[in-house]
């Protein structure tokens, strides 16, 4: 399998793995690139932010990147669409218009996976799979 370039820092993208799931992070910066449903399915899993193993940095974001910044999808190499979501912590990641798969900075994916931690979302997982906040 060929590896994908990091679409923000041009490092090599590595497969890991995560119960079954495969994602790609970049071994430079950090972030995290998900095939399109898989950042939805680890989303729902326990203990799956320990991927993210990177920190969100902030002042690095501000200084090189912009909302006009064309950021390319590791896959497709078309610009990806910025997303934004503030339900509970700011962020923005991008996501692919093709092959819909999302680019999360290093540290995104921990606020993305706890944005969707409320408990009024949280409560069909609670039933699924037994979690508790
Ligand atoms: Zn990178
Ligand atoms: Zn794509």
Same mark, same amino acid.
């Given at each position: ?46 203990? $799956? ?73 949280? $409560? ?10």
């Amino acid at each position: 399998m060929k590896s994908l370039k990091c679409p923000k820092c041009g490092g090599t993208l590595e497969a890991i793995m995560y119960e079954g799931i495969e994602v790609d992070r970049c071994c430079q910066c950090k972030g995290i690139w998900f095939d399109s449903s898989e950042a939805e399915n680890l989303k729902k899993l326990k203990g $799956s932010e320990k991927i993210d193993i990177g920190h969100l940095n902030t002042e690095n974001l501000t200084e090189t990147e912009t909302l006009d910044t064309n950021i390319p999808c590791p896959r497709c190499g078309i610009s990806m669409i910025k997303m934004f979501d503030l339900d509970k912590h700011p962020i923005w990641y991008e996501t692919c218009p093709q092959c819909q798969g999302i680019w999360f900075d290093a540290g995104e994916f921990k606020k993305f996976k706890d944005n969707f931690s409320q408990p009024k979302l949280l $409560s069909k997982a609670i039933r699924v799979f037994g979690l508790r906040k």
